[in-house]
């Protein structure tokens, strides 16, 4: 057996352990799976988003929280002092007047803090509710994951004892491949599904360029290894 046969050899028992492999993953309960984990990953990014927004939304209430509560005291305070002030004879208009635009200052400021908690905590009770659905929706679609991936499991271990008798077939017909041929196999594996391409009217199948004569003939001779100047895939005819 030549060193081009036994690449092929190899080649096709490579091909048929990924048919074996890819008929399990495209079956009706393995593109489920794939949709299943795709929505699954995608809840799981929503989910973390919104915990984050009902993090830092909690934060931030409690900050509006606490700024209330310190105009409430000082406008507890201040009115306080203009209790005392309004009975006080010595008091000035001048004084009154400020103190009375303190206490507006105040409660506009706090008008202003309540109207952001108003918005804030609706927008937190919003944020909470999504994260909930989110929450009972990545719940049913685990548990619909859960039993397709029973399913799945099943047939990748029907498909199994084929699979492993093909892998050790295929590592036997490694051994048959020279090693440097095999390495250069490899490389071109990452490129093409097919790392090799038969020559046919004198152009390499693999990009459909011709080639030249020199190379034809030694495709054609069978003892050496030939390669697409253009793509680089192995020739063969």
Same mark, same amino acid.
């Given at each position: 057996?030549?060193?081009?046969?036994?690449?092929?050899?190899?080649?096709?028992?490579?091909?048929?352990? @990924?048919?074996? =492999?890819?008929?399990?993953?495209?079956? +009706?309960?393995?593109?489920? *799976?794939?949709? !299943? /984990? &795709?929505? #699954?990953?995608?809840?799981?990014?929503?989910?973390?988003?919104?915990?984050?927004?009902?993090?830092?939304?909690?934060?931030?209430?409690?900050?509006?929280?606490?700024?209330?509560?310190?105009?409430?005291?000082?406008?507890?305070?201040?009115?306080?002092?203009?209790?005392?002030?309004?009975?006080?004879?010595?008091?000035?208009?001048? @004084?009154?007047? =400020?103190?009375?635009?303190?206490?507006? +200052?105040?409660?506009?400021? *706090?008008?202003? !803090? /309540? &109207?952001? #908690?108003?918005?804030?905590?609706?927008?937190?009770?919003?944020?909470?509710?999504?994260?909930?659905?989110?929450?009972?929706?990545?719940?049913?679609?685990?548990?619909?994951?859960?039993?397709?991936?029973?399913?799945?499991?099943?047939?990748?271990?029907?498909?199994?004892?084929?699979?492993?008798?093909?892998?050790?077939?295929?590592?036997?017909?490694?051994?048959?491949?020279?090693?440097?041929?095999?390495?250069?196999?490899? *490389?071109?594996?990452?490129?093409?599904?097919?790392?090799?391409?038969?020559?046919?009217?004198?152009?390499?199948?693999?990009?459909?360029?011709?080639?030249?004569?020199?190379?034809?003939?030694?495709?054609?001779?069978?003892?050496?290894?030939?390669?697409?100047?253009?793509?680089?895939?192995?020739?063969?005819?």
């Amino acid at each position: 057996m030549g060193n081009i046969e036994a690449l092929l050899n190899y080649q096709e028992a490579e091909l048929n352990i @990924e048919r074996l =492999e890819s008929k399990t993953r495209s079956s +009706s309960a393995g593109q489920t *799976m794939i949709k !299943l /984990r &795709k929505t #699954l990953r995608e809840l799981q990014l929503q989910k973390a988003t919104l915990e984050k927004q009902v993090e830092e939304m909690s934060e931030t209430i409690d900050g509006l929280h606490v700024q209330h509560d310190v105009l409430k005291e000082r406008l507890k305070l201040e009115e306080e002092d203009l209790a005392i002030m309004e009975s006080d004879e010595n008091c000035t208009a001048e @004084e009154a007047f =400020e103190l009375h635009s303190s206490l507006r +200052s105040i409660k506009a400021e *706090m008008d202003v !803090l /309540r &109207k952001k #908690l108003i918005d804030d905590l609706d927008q937190f009770e919003k944020a909470e509710r999504s994260l909930g659905e989110t929450l009972k929706k990545g719940g049913k679609l685990k548990k619909e994951y859960d039993e397709i991936k029973v399913i799945c499991d099943a047939e990748h271990e029907a498909a199994r004892p084929e699979i492993e008798a093909s892998k050790k077939k295929l590592e036997q017909l490694k051994s048959k491949v020279p090693e440097l041929l095999m390495k250069r196999y490899i *490389m071109l594996k990452k490129n093409f599904p097919i790392p090799t391409a038969k020559v046919e009217n004198g152009k390499c199948t693999g990009c459909n360029v011709s080639l030249p004569s020199s190379i034809t003939t030694r495709v054609a001779r069978g003892d050496v290894i030939a390669t697409c100047e253009h793509c680089g895939r192995i020739l063969y005819i």
